[in-house]
Structure formats: structure tokens, C-alpha cells
């Protein structure tokens, strides 16, 4: 990582301009001022209805192929920024809403609950989440907490799907 954080302008110049930036930051969606993960998880909505119609182990396979690309790519990113899980690189949460969505139906109760659920365990952190963003390094602790709170936000989410 530099040694200075960059700017909100230089940021999105290398965003524009690099492929691997644009996609850690969810195509964008992490250079909004406000709210850069939700909207990154957001932006995972439209992708995820496409991923709905797979089989279950195209989807695991789908999983596996995101989060190992998004190592490298908010690893890349994070150095190139020069702040630990910088809050422009969205890619883990888009990949963490496609874990918490995991071969559910495309319904929009299914959507709103998974990424109600997703946001709480993203935002607060619970144990063992937050040991695992703060102990890892480069993209392997950006998408690593993300990942563990897709899985909570899975679990919680397919328990809710059983008693509705």
C-alpha cells in the first residue's frame, strides 16, 4: 500500500480507466458519496437474476470463481488505493449478497429479506467476522468477511424461507 491514501478523484480516474478497479468497485457503484457497500450489494441484484436459474453446483462453482477472482482484484485494488478494505471496493459485496442469495428463488420478499440480512451482519460485524477482516491480509480479508457474512445472512435467510 502507498504510503498516502488516494483521493476521491484519483480514485475514480483509476476507476474509469482500469478494468480490475472498475470491477472491485462493483462497476462503479463504490464511488457513490454515500452508502458505497449497499449500493454495491445492491448492484449484485441484477446479476444474482441471471445466477438464479443455474443448478446448484453451477452456483457453488459461480461462488467459488467470484470470490477467488475478487482476491486478487481487491487486493489490487486495496494496494493501489492505499487503505485497507478501502469502502470504494464493493466486489465482496456483491459476492457476499450472491452467497446469502444462494440458489434461492428470485422473489422480492426472498431479495429484500436476503439483503436486510446481509446488511446487518456487513455493517455490524459480528464475531468471528470482524477477527477475520482485521487478521487477514490484502483481498483476502476484504472478501473474506463478506463472505462469512453471506453465509450467516444464508443460513438466517433459508430458516426464514422454511417458516414463511
Not at 11 to 26: D, M
Not at 74 to 83: I, P
Not at 113 to 123: V, Y
Amino acid at each position: 500500500m502507498s504510503d498516502k491514501p488516494l483521493g476521491p478523484q484519483q480514485i475514480a480516474r483509476l476507476v474509469w480507466t482500469n478494468p480490475i478497479h472498475y470491477l472491485s468497485c462493483g462497476l462503479g457503484s463504490g464511488l457513490l458519496p454515500r452508502m458505497p457497500g449497499t449500493w454495491g450489494s445492491l448492484i449484485a441484484i441484477p446479476f444474482f437474476y441471471v445466477f438464479s436459474h443455474f443448478l446448484l453446483w453451477q452456483y457453488l462453482l459461480l461462488l467459488l470463481l467470484t470470490f477467488g477472482v475478487g482476491v486478487i482484484l481487491c487486493g489490487y485494488s486495496e494496494k493501489a488505493f492505499g487503505k485497507k478494505d478501502h469502502s470504494s471496493i464493493v466486489w465482496d459485496e456483491m459476492v457476499g449478497m450472491w452467497i446469502t442469495l444462494c440458489h434461492a428463488p428470485f422473489r422480492w420478499d426472498v431479495l429484500i429479506i436476503g439483503f436486510i440480512l446481509f446488511r446487518i451482519f456487513d455493517i455490524f460485524k459480528p464475531w468471528p467476522i470482524n477477527w477475520l477482516q482485521k487478521r487477514l491480509p490484502g483481498g483476502w480479508g476484504v472478501m473474506t468477511d463478506d463472505a462469512a457474512a453471506g453465509v450467516a445472512a444464508w443460513v438466517l435467510l433459508q430458516v426464514w424461507m422454511m417458516v414463511v
